[in-house]
């Protein structure tokens, strides 16, 4: 059963800082990778998905990362605002099956 | 893009009452949608997967004959928590997959319920 974890649960930063969330997954026979955003009791918004295939996606100020062998993926948000401050979540694609990690909260101080 | 609305969006009931929760594709058709439960501070647990013209595929765990799912057309799919308890009390998210592309999941804004 695939788990995915993420570290840290919890981060805060000084706007304008450069963010770093990690997912660690503990089978890599993935189809593909997705990191979403939740805001406090809203549904979850897409922001990168990396396919199996794939090393990295970028966005914007977001980059996503991704190494299967390792069973790891990596998500900077570059310069960071306030407006950042959400709960960030990875997931893994398996048959189209995602198992999630439980999130990081981003706070973002202005 | 892709819009997936669920309805309600916020539920209050008393225990032993059913609720339903709905959840469509706006402008898409969905032949698989999901159900997801989310615990405060913790992370998506996948419920079942619903498929249009037949029976759901539940997870391990989920009862089946408490959370009723029904998919009757390519743009609904329903949750039906029969007799619910203060411990259904939950976020309930749904999401679908375009069934012309099969790339990504879509998801919707997500049902609280609360039971009392």
């Known amino acids: 059963k695939q788990e995915v974890t993420q570290i840290p649960a919890a981060l805060s930063v000084p706007e304008g800082e450069n963010l770093v969330l990690n997912c660690s997954f503990t089978?890599?026979?993935?189809?593909?990778l997705q990191w979403f955003r939740q805001d406090p009791g809203k549904g979850l918004t897409s922001l990168l998905l990396?396919?199996?295939?794939?090393r990295e996606q970028t966005s914007g100020r977001l980059n996503a990362s991704l190494d299967k062998s390792s069973g790891r993926s990596t998500l900077y948000i570059a310069a960071s605002q306030p407006g950042d401050s959400a709960t960030y979540l990875c997931?893994?694609?398996?048959?189209?099956?995602?198992?999630f990690g439980a999130g990081t909260t981003v706070t973002v101080r202005a | 893009g892709a819009v997936v609305s669920q309805h309600p969006s916020r539920v209050i009931c008393k225990s032993g009452t059913s609720v339903k929760i709905e959840c469509r594709s706006l402008?898409?058709?969905?032949?698989?949608m999901f159900w997801y439960r989310q615990f405060p501070k913790k992370s998506l647990m996948l419920m079942a997967t619903?498929?249009?013209?037949?029976?759901?595929?539940?997870e391990q765990g989920v009862e089946k004959d408490k959370f009723l799912i029904n998919h009757a057309s390519l743009t609904l799919s329903t949750l039906t928590v029969t007799s619910a308890h203060p411990e259904d009390s939950s976020f309930y998210i749904c999401?679908?997959?375009?069934?012309?592309?099969?790339?990504?999941?879509?998801f919707g804004p997500g049902t609280r319920l609360l039971v009392l």
């Open positions: 999401s679908a997959i375009d069934s012309g592309s099969r790339e990504t999941q879509y």
């Open positions: 089978d890599s026979a993935i189809y593909n």
């Open positions: 990396i396919q199996s295939s794939q």
């Open positions: 997931a893994v694609v398996d048959d189209y099956k995602l198992s």
């Open positions: 402008d898409f058709q969905a032949t698989t």
């Open positions: 619903s498929n249009e013209g037949s029976k759901a595929t539940y």
